[in-house]
């Protein structure tokens, strides 16, 4: 993995953003997405660098060749680009950018509720622990 690979930015203490982290390592075919816990320090700074609030880990971000995704686009360009089972997520975009967009701030809002807390830090697989940085 290069200094220019894409990366995927998410909560490190969220259940469904730990389950996210899995499905990459798992589906992404050419093994180059990085993943940055918001958490971290890099992570505060390119939440900063996309006029986003460091200390609300609501967002959701994938960052590819300077192009800057966010929230379910984020989720969705990780899919197409990680192939196989992970194009079904361009089924998303069957739902109108503003009620997609009220969704995933419901979801993203409720999601320690809806599926608890998780450290993606602490996963023990070590190929996608490898993946982590920050």
Request: with cysteine; charged share 25%.
């Given at each position: 993995?290069?200094?220019?690979?894409?990366?995927?930015?998410?909560?490190?203490?969220?259940?469904?953003?730990?389950f996210?982290?899995?499905?990459?390592?798992?589906?992404?075919?050419r093994g180059d997405?990085r993943?940055?816990?918001?958490?971290?320090?890099m992570g505060?700074?390119?939440?900063?660098?996309n006029?986003l609030?460091?200390l609300?880990?609501?967002?959701w971000?994938?960052?590819?060749d300077g192009?800057?995704?966010?929230d379910?686009?984020?989720v969705?360009?990780?899919?197409e680009?990680?192939?196989?089972?992970?194009?079904?997520l361009?089924?998303?975009?069957?739902i109108?950018?503003?009620p997609?967009?009220?969704?995933?701030?419901?979801?993203?809002r409720?999601r320690y509720?809806?599926?608890?807390?998780?450290?993606i830090?602490?996963?023990?697989?070590p190929?996608?622990?490898?993946?982590?940085?920050?």
């Amino acid at each position: 993995m290069s200094s220019t690979s894409p990366i995927a930015v998410m909560d490190g203490t969220c259940a469904l953003c730990s389950f996210g982290a899995r499905m990459i390592h798992r589906l992404d075919r050419r093994g180059d997405i990085r993943i940055c816990p918001i958490q971290t320090e890099m992570g505060q700074q390119l939440l900063r660098d996309n006029n986003l609030d460091p200390l609300d880990p609501d967002t959701w971000l994938f960052i590819e060749d300077g192009t800057v995704w966010r929230d379910f686009d984020a989720v969705i360009r990780v899919g197409e680009r990680s192939g196989g089972w992970g194009r079904l997520l361009s089924v998303l975009r069957l739902i109108p950018p503003r009620p997609r967009g009220w969704l995933y701030a419901r979801v993203a809002r409720n999601r320690y509720a809806m599926f608890g807390r998780g450290d993606i830090c602490a996963l023990p697989d070590p190929a996608l622990r490898a993946r982590l940085i920050g």
